[in-house]
C-alpha cells in the first residue's frame, strides 16, 4: 500500500511539473511591442472585424463546420493531440506518445504565456458581450466575459501546436497547417473572437514558439519527441 501511495504521489508530481511553463510571459517576446492594438471601433478594420463576426454566425448553419468548432472550443492538450493525431494518422495521447505529449504539454503551457501582456493591456471586449448574443459554447462565457478578447489564446494554442507538430511531421505540413488554421476560424464561428483577435495570435504564437526552440531544456524534449515519432511510424 505504502508504495502504491508513493508511486501515486510521484505520477503527480510529474503531472504539475508537466504544466509549469518553461518561461513566463516575461521572458517570451512582448505582444504589446510588435503587434498593433486592436482595431478602433469605427475603422475599417474594426468593420471587417463585424463582417466576421457576421459570417463567423453564418457558419454555424454548417453542420461539419458547427461540429469542427465546438470539438475546438475543449482548451486541453489532450484534445489538441486528438485533433492533430487524426490529421497525421497517429495516436498522439498520453498512453500511446508519451514523449510528444510531454513535449506538446509543456511546449504549448509555455507559449500560452504570449497572450497574457497583450490580453491584460488591451482587455479588449469580446463580440458575444458586445453584440450580447449566445456563443456554440455556453460553458466558457461566465469566466470569459470578462477575459480580455486581444489576442485569442485558443489561437495561439492551436497555432503552436500545429508548428511543433510540423516540425516533428513535415511529410504532413499543409494538413497539420490547414487544420491550425480552421482551430483559429473556430474562434470567431464560436462568437468568442474577432478576426483581428485570432490573426494577431497567429504571429504571437509563431514568437512564441521561434523563443521556446532556443531554450535547450525544450530542444531536448523535442528531441525525444521525433525519436518517438520515428518509432511510432516506422521512420529511421
Known amino acids: 500500500m505504502r508504495r502504491l501511495v508513493i508511486v501515486a504521489m510521484m505520477m503527480a508530481a510529474m503531472t504539475a511539473a508537466a504544466q509549469v511553463p518553461l518561461l513566463d510571459s516575461t521572458q517570451m517576446p512582448n505582444a ?18 463585424e463582417a466576421q463576426y ?10 461539419a463546420r458547427l461540429a469542427m468548432a465546438l470539438g475546438d472550443a475543449v482548451w486541453s492538450v489532450d484534445n489538441i493531440c486528438r485533433i492533430f493525431g487524426e490529421v497525421m494518422g497517429v495516436d498522439l495521447s498520453k498512453e500511446a506518445a508519451p514523449a510528444i505529449h510531454r513535449m506538446l504539454t509543456i511546449g504549448l503551457v509555455t507559449t500560452d504565456q504570449a497572450g497574457k501582456l497583450p490580453k491584460n493591456r488591451y482587455m479588449r471586449i469580446r463580440p458575444f458581450v458586445r453584440y450580447n448574443e449566445p456563443t456554440i459554447y455556453p460553458q466558457d ?35 497539420i497547417m490547414a487544420r491550425g488554421y480552421e482551430y483559429g476560424q473556430s474562434r470567431v464561428i464560436a462568437g468568442y473572437h474577432w478576426q483581428s483577435d485570432v490573426d494577431a495570435a497567429r504571429l504571437a504564437a509563431s514568437a512564441a514558439v521561434a523563443c521556446i526552440h532556443a531554450d535547450k531544456r525544450f530542444q531536448k524534449l523535442m528531441k525525444k519527441a521525433k525519436k518517438e515519432y520515428r518509432k511510432l511510424t516506422n521512420r529511421h
Open 32 to 49: 504589446v511591442h510588435f503587434l498593433p492594438p486592436p482595431p478602433a471601433e469605427g475603422s475599417a478594420a474594426f468593420m471587417l472585424d
Open 54 to 63: 457576421r459570417w463567423g454566425v453564418e457558419q454555424r448553419g454548417d453542420s
Open 141 to 175: 462565457e461566465a469566466w470569459l466575459r470578462n477575459n480580455g478578447s486581444y489576442p485569442s489564446g485558443h489561437t495561439i494554442l492551436g497555432w503552436s501546436a500545429a508548428l511543433l507538430l510540423t516540425e516533428l511531421a513535415p511529410e504532413h505540413a499543409d494538413a
